[in-house]
């Protein structure tokens, strides 16, 4: 994107310095509403979040090596999987992309100085807190062991471990994201600079405001959801227990309803990253930008009504399955449309190997299995049998890890340089993300064949012969965690030892780029003014008008 | 909107921006509450549907004529919540005062009918939980679901309460500064903001009405 | 290493095992086509174009081609919907249990499988049957929700408490095959786990016939009916059951429902929710009296006074 920068003065004089500067009082971190600090604010949330989260996949992983039970109790091994799910959805996956390269990202890239309402983005981050608080209280406690879906009548008539406080927990948490999709919203619609029309906007802001949209009509859908289900558990009335009257699928129909737009959460800013990384590495437009764009949106809106494929098998009328599977079928074709484009981006680009490259392409792939597979269980007569079983484990992993994770990886080291100023050490960037790749599929991969075997989800202990699979699985676990411990010590070295980035050390366009690294607290000296379409790359220049 | 007290807060360019930023962030946020009722909406009908006889019973046992004098309240209610923001657009300070006071008092009075229309309820034993204590005399009335029916009575009629109880303390905060003059021609966004809400907590108890008191023929 | 651990596909034992497989293999064939492409064409354009150090060129811009987008649009949509209709033939027919299939009933409880064969045989996390018959398992539950999985048979279907659903296959291989839990219902989920049996015909009589001799399910329901006075009205001025399982019934409010297990059941536990034209409500509810096994007679012994001539009434619709 280019802008010609002296054409507007700025209402306000320019900060003197970065906005990592402006304070380094606990009170100048804990009270900001500086959208950058509050990216940082929940990056430390996430990243603790994310390592947790992890902490208790390594610790089933390990007990699944066995057939027996040798590691840990049923009781325990139920809550793990309800910890790592619940965590790993509400405090890692949701917020990752949108609340800490979103939060940071969004104002820099429209060329505003801060997100529209900074007072409520911060109040988001404390909201989320609270919710983690009330989360982690309920593991303090002694657990939850519903796993993350809450199934009613187990959750709200049977279960005899911390619902009442996790499903709390969510309920608050969803408002935070309700207020982050709202300030998106509300920046994208109204304070892009001057000349950023919809069609010049970066296709990371496209695939924000896709998000933002779904933020905001899924998420009250799970509270209202949730709060039934709380008001069941402390006064039994069946709001969703048949024995008095209720309807079990009811629940299914509401949480999904939610949770199925919620992968779409977790993916589509994914995409949108992968959008910004592809593009700025084969130094080319995206190819068929709009799109990409507009098959973002299409994703937003076709996602809120598959959620259906949930209840295949759970006793939903055959005509449900019908519809909802054709509707799968369709809203596959926006996510194939974005994988074509982007391949195509890169026939006679310029393609440089760096470390957020190799996590874009990496996710390409990943994301293609896992969208395939995705076809395979909208196959009705396949989901019958895979459904329920380690094949699906496999496919949403291939789509939540496989992509969103590598595209917030990918992301966090494209943009780290803006974050801190700093580079970090190019070597360990690319050998992580190779570490990651392979430990990634030696963990999923076989739990694909697993799936078909029949071996199904959340059991302690299974039949011997499923064991290899799960021996397999294992050992890419374990080198998956030390990818994963790899990025977190050279990123928080390169803070320290790292060389100074400059404001566009990867050459890119984008208007991020266009202001110091670190960016001053209001982001521009001057505000910016666009004048051409998003990627225009051009031979010598950074900037380019015509 | 040269002449506004308005506070351009730094992060906008000019209060035109600032005013339809809030505008449109207010409209997201009523685009989140419609799901939230949404979702409640859907499981009444899907009981609704499943419990015809039960939810009819249950339904004659409000008072239509409560229900229809607070359907009247609310209405009221918007008008003037209407007519303040029409003195705000004016400026006119002491108009844009009585007609807020006026709207606090309706919502007041709304959530006291409410309230005795509880207590009643509360006496007749139609409080789900343990103090649930209606039992059907006719074969065709299970109590348990007459019990559904009055929990999602109390959860639909509760959460709209509530908001309307967060809509008079909006509107008491709006009518200390009112009174002191902070509003004017260019700056009532505030008073704008709280109108849309208003209005939309009325439409939500325009379909809470006839789903939860007007199901089936009352005169037989 | 066992050979054994490397299997790729679970047995082949039911009927539409194989056509569940082709469709898998088919679109993993199709899956694969398109990650080696897509994995193949990133790889070679990265090595192909890769940007030679310390030089930073900036290629030719490119703006999309609408052709392009079409062709790659349309294809897959058309591909997708040829799969949508394959994927639901087999779904279909997973959904239809013919008419003559043997009614096996499957109750689920934390954590244990329940099993009531039609001749009274009673078993727990097992499943004998005998094969090539169609058999099709009528499923509750005492408690949460819980699933009947056998992979050899490519199939599975929620047991949900408070209601039945079904699930049907015909064993074609004789063998011992695992049946799963497979939605997750508490602590010992994982425990929730049995065999099937597939016997041949003979061998299943045998095993029919062997042990205590069991009292047949229908008898059983034929006792309670008497036991619990239902004849006292049914069959004098209450409605006739004589041929009333899978007929059409013509309700007090004037819809007519089709009178399948969960009418039946319905009408048992909760009599006043769907009363039969030209009758009131006379019937106490069962809910709560009966239990599950109970119920599972009842409707069994007035399943077997289907094949008797039902007589006109009021209650059938031509």
């Known amino acids: 994107m280019s802008a010609t920068t002296a054409e507007r003065v700025a209402d306000y004089p320019p900060h003197p310095g970065t906005f990592v500067e402006e304070g380094y009082s606990l009170k100048s971190w804990l009270l900001t509403t500086d ?239 992968v959008s910004e990384l592809i593009s700025c590495f084969s130094r080319r437009r995206p190819f068929g930008y709009s799109f990409i764009a507009l098959s ?251 | 909107m040269a002449d506004s007290g308005a506070v351009l807060h730094e992060q906008f360019d000019d209060l035109a921006q600032q005013h339809s930023a809030v505008t449109l962030g207010m409209w997201a946020f009523l685009a989140t509450e419609v799901l939230f009722f949404g979702g409640l909406i859907l499981s009444y009908v899907v009981y609704r549907h499943a419990y015809p006889h039960e939810f009819q019973f249950a339904s004659h046992q409000l008072s239509v004529k409560l229900g229809t004098l607070n359907t009247a309240v609310l209405l009221c209610s918007s008008l003037s919540m209407a007519l303040a923001v029409h003195a705000a657009q004016f400026g006119a300070r002491k108009r844009l005062v009585f007609f807020l006071i006026v709207t606090m008092a309706l919502g007041a009075t709304f959530l006291t009918i409410k309230g005795f229309e509880w207590r009643t309820d509360w006496v007749d034993g139609f409080v789900p939980g343990s103090h649930f204590s209606f039992v059907s005399h006719t074969p065709r009335v299970d109590a348990r679901k007459v019990e559904l029916f009055f929990c999602l009575y109390f959860v639909m009629t509760g959460l709209h309460g509530l908001h309307m109880l967060i809509g008079i303390a909006l509107l008491g905060f709006l009518t200390v500064h009112a009174s002191r003059g902070k509003y004017s021609s260019g700056n009532f966004a505030p008073i704008e903001l709280t109108g849309l809400y208003w209005h939309f907590v009325d439409i939500v108890w325009i379909f809470l009405f006839p789903l939860l008191y007007l199901i089936g023929n009352h005169a037989a | 290493m066992n050979p054994e651990s490397f299997r790729f596909v679970p047995e082949q034992a039911s009927s539409i095992a194989g056509e569940v497989d082709l469709l898998y293999f088919c679109l993993l064939g199709f899956s694969a086509v398109l990650i080696l492409g897509i994995g193949g064409c990133i790889l070679y354009f990265a090595v192909r174009y890769r940007r030679k150090p310390g030089e930073v060129p900036t290629p030719k811009p490119v703006h999309g081609a609408l052709r392009l ?53 009673r078993e727990i996390n097992e499943l004998h049957l005998p094969l090539g018959k169609p058999v099709r398992l009528i499923l509750t539950s005492m408690d949460v929700i819980h699933d009947f999985y056998v992979p050899a048979f490519r199939t599975k279907k929620d047991a949900l408490p408070g ?33 099937v049996y597939v016997m041949e015909p003979v061998r299943y009589a045998e095993w029919l016939a062997s042990g205590t001799p069991d009292v047949p399910a229908a008898e059983a329901g034929a006792a309670l009916f008497h036991t619990f006075a239902c004849d006292t009205c049914h069959g004098q001025h209450g409605p006739t059951l004589a041929g009333l399982y899978r007929s059409n019934v013509k309700l007090s409010d004037g819809t007519v429902v089709f009178a399948d297990d969960n009418y039946l059941r319905n009408s048992i536990l909760q009599p006043s929710a769907q009363i039969a034209a030209g009758y009131t409500t006379v019937m106490p509810a069962y809910k709560g009296i009966l239990s599950e096994e109970q119920v599972i007679q009842l409707i069994a012994y007035i399943k077997s006074l289907a094949s008797a001539k039902r007589p006109e009434s009021t209650e059938v619709k031509p």
């Not at chain 1, 027996?68 to 992309?97: C, R």
């Not at chain 1, 008095?244 to 993916?267: E, K, R, T």
């Not at chain 1, 050998?431 to 739990?447: D, K, R």
């Open chain 3, 69 to 121: 987008e079409l062709i790659w649009t349309i294809t897959p949509l058309v591909i997708a919907l040829g799969l949508f209709g394959w994927g639901a033939r087999i779904f279909i027919q997973e959904q239809t249990p013919p008419p003559d299939a043997m009614d096996v009933y499957v109750v689920g409880k934390q954590w244990m499988w329940k099993i009531q064969h039609p001749e009274g045989k």
């Open chain 1, 35 to 273: 959208h950058k600090r509050i990216a940082i604010l929940y990056l430390l949330a996430i990243t603790f979040f994310f390592f947790l989260g992890g902490a208790a996949a390594v610790i089933f992983r390990l007990e699944l090596m066995t057939p027996q039970a040798d590691l840990v109790s049923n009781e325990t091994y139920n809550k793990l999987f309800t910890i790592h799910g619940v965590i790993m959805v509400w405090f890692f996956l949701i917020p990752s992309i949108p609340a800490v390269l979103g939060n940071f990202l969004v104002p820099l890239m429209i060329g505003a100085r801060d997100l529209a309402f900074p007072k409520l983005n911060l109040a988001s981050w404390y909201i989320y807190m609270f919710s983690a608080a009330l989360t982690i209280a309920s593991i303090v406690l002694g657990g939850v062991d519903t796993g993350w879906t809450f199934y009613t009548p187990y959750s709200s008539m049977f279960s005899n471990s911390h619902v009442m406080l996790a499903v709390i927990g969510i309920f608050i948490n969803g408002f935070s994201s309700i207020l982050t999709g709202l300030n998106f919203i509300v920046t994208i619609h109204r304070m892009r600079a001057p000349g950023l029309t919809w069609s010049r906007l970066p296709l990371f802001i496209w695939s924000m405001y896709a998000t933002s949209i779904v933020f905001v009509l899924a998420t009250p859908v799970l509270a209202i959801t949730l709060t039934m289900v709380g008001i069941e558990r402390v006064f039994h009335i069946g709001i969703f227990d048949p024995s008095i009257g209720g309807d079990p699928l009811l629940f299914q129909h509401l949480f999904w309803f939610y949770s199925h737009p919620a992968v779409y959460i977790m993916i589509l800013p994914a995409m949108g990253v």
């Open chain 1, 296 to 546: 973002s949106v299409a994703i937003a809106v076709l996602g809120f009504l598959v959620w259906g494929h949930h209840l295949f098998v759970s006793g939903q009328s055959m005509y449900g399955g019908l519809v909802f599977s054709l509707l799968s079928y369709l809203v596959a074709i926006p996510s194939a449309i974005k994988v074509f484009n982007w391949t195509a981006t890169l026939h006679r680009g310029s393609i440089a190997w760096d470390t957020p490259m190799l996590y874009a392409l990496g996710f390409i792939g990943l994301f293609t299995i896992g969208g395939l597979t995705g076809l395979l269980l909208a196959a009705l007569g396949i989901d019958v049998h895979v459904h329920d079983t380690y094949f699906v484990i496999a496919h949403f992993h291939y789509i939540m890890v496989g992509g969103a994770v590598m595209a917030y990886l990918g992301g966090i080291h494209y943009w780290w340089p803006k974050m801190s100023g700093k580079l970090y050490p190019e070597w360990w960037g690319r050998f992580s993300a190779l570490i990651i790749f392979v430990g990634f599929n030696l963990t999923f991969f076989p739990q694909f064949i697993l799936g078909y075997l029949g071996m199904p989800r959340r059991y302690h202990e299974y039949p011997p012969e499923f064991q290899i699979y799960h021996v397999m699985s294992t050992a890419g676990a374990s080198i998956l965690a030390v990818g994963y411990v790899l990025p977190l010590c050279y990123l928080l070295w390169s803070l320290k030892y790292g060389k100074p980035a400059g404001s566009n050390p990867w050459q890119a366009t984008g208007l991020e780029w266009q202001t110091h690294s670190p960016p001053k607290t209001h982001n521009f000296d001057v505000t910016p003014v666009v004048t051409d379409e998003a990627y225009t790359y051009v031979e010598g220049k950074e900037q380019f008008v015509g």
């Open chain 3, 163 to 195: 209601t039945y659903t079904q699930e049907w296959f015909t064993p074609t291989k004789v063998g011992k095959y695992h049946f799963f839990c497979s939605q997750y219902c508490g602590t010992e989920h994982s425990k929730m786990i049995g065999w």
